[in-house]
Nanobody, 112 residues
């Protein structure tokens, strides 16, 4: 059974930074791609960033240069460093493993 638990969301002013964390249970973490998705009110869930087991990454165009995804296999954790946040980044952010398992989500609100 895989469990993903996100943390690190909150309220931040435009231009600020947040770091999201996702802790994964189970011994399969290092084998699968991990991703961060987000869903804003009234919008579909979208991929923000993904990192593969070999370390390669890809990002949505809207966050390139501002967000960085990383993983620590020793801690079974994946992170999303978010800089230069904009109001349009406001959403519930979800951790995902291999497109199959989801965390419960963490709210990020960017507002002055």
């Amino acid at each position: 059974q895989v469990q993903l638990v996100e943390s690190g969301g909150g309220l931040v002013q435009p231009g600020g930074s947040l770091r999201l964390s996702c802790a994964a249970s189970g011994s399969i973490f290092s084998f699968f791609p991990m991703g961060w998705y987000r869903q804003a009110p009234g919008k579909q869930r979208e991929l923000v960033a993904r990192i593969f087991s070999g370390g390669s990454t890809n990002y949505a165009d809207s966050v390139k240069g501002r967000f960085t995804i990383s993983r620590d296999s020793a801690k079974n954790a994946v992170y999303l460093q978010m800089n230069s946040l904009k109001p349009e980044d406001t959403a519930v952010y979800y951790c995902n493993m291999d497109g199959r398992w989801w965390g419960q989500g963490t709210q990020v609100t960017v507002s002055s």
